[in-house]
């Protein structure tokens, strides 16, 4: 009984270890931003990408950043071609962003040949000066219930996975 016990123990305490990806359903569509690099006092592009599109024909995606991050640049990506993107008003009007910010796509109807995966947005972020060496700099993107939408006009489950701009 106790090397039930113990093996039992054991088995959950190694479950616990395991990232909740491991986890994720495999069919369920993820947004996920692309790690890169980048100089202090640099311009770089970051890639929001779509992987098990089913069809999304409406989306609202919160981008957050660290401080160092200014947003100065986004360009629609072949991913969500056929969708209509309105991007934060702060970015046309300030022409930067720091912080946080909301993208949002809708298509009252698409094709077959209109579900792709790939790059739904291509982000262009300045890096202050001040940023520190061989640090890390999270970009995160969040989906909130009921934010997806598709192509039957019911909301779907979305896995996100944030990403970050490593300083070199």
Same mark, same amino acid.
């Given at each position: /009984?106790?090397?039930?016990?113990?093996?039992?123990? $054991?088995?959950?305490?190694?479950?616990?270890?395991?990232? /909740?990806?491991?986890? $994720?359903?495999?069919? #369920?569509?993820?947004?996920?931003?692309?790690?890169?690099?980048?100089?202090?006092?640099?311009? #770089?592009?970051?890639?929001?990408?779509?992987?098990?599109?089913? *069809?999304?024909?409406?989306?609202?995606?919160?981008?957050?950043?660290?401080?160092?991050?200014?947003?100065?640049? %986004?360009?629609?990506?072949?991913?969500?071609?056929?969708?209509? /993107?309105?991007?934060? !008003?702060?970015?046309?009007?300030?022409?930067?962003?720091? *912080?946080?910010? !909301?993208?949002?796509?809708?298509?009252?109807?698409? &094709? &077959?040949?209109?579900?792709?995966? *790939?790059?739904?947005?291509?982000?262009?972020? &300045?890096?202050?000066?001040? #940023?520190?060496?061989?640090?890390?700099?999270?970009?995160?993107?969040?989906? &909130?219930?009921?934010?997806? #939408?598709?192509?039957? +006009?019911? %909301? /779907?489950?979305?896995?996100? +996975?944030? +990403?970050?701009?490593?300083?070199?």
């Amino acid at each position: /009984m106790k090397k039930s016990i113990s093996f039992l123990l $054991a088995f959950l305490v190694i479950l616990s270890l395991l990232p /909740m990806s491991v986890f $994720a359903e495999s069919d #369920v569509p993820s947004i996920s931003v692309k790690s890169t690099c980048a100089s202090p006092n640099s311009t #770089v592009d970051v890639a929001l990408l779509v992987e098990n599109n089913p *069809g999304i024909t409406a989306s609202s995606i919160m981008i957050t950043f660290d401080e160092g991050l200014t947003l100065v640049g %986004a360009t629609a990506g072949d991913a969500f071609s056929a969708l209509t /993107m309105t991007p934060p !008003r702060q970015l046309s009007t300030i022409g930067s962003i720091t *912080g946080s910010c !909301r993208f949002a796509w809708f298509s009252s109807d698409i &094709e &077959e040949e209109d579900i792709k995966d *790939g790059t739904i947005l291509t982000l262009t972020f &300045e890096v202050s000066e001040d #940023v520190s060496l061989n640090e890390d700099y999270m970009i995160s993107v969040s989906c &909130e219930d009921g934010d997806t #939408v598709g192509k039957d +006009g019911n %909301a /779907m489950p979305i896995n996100t +996975g944030n +990403g970050y701009i490593s300083i070199i």
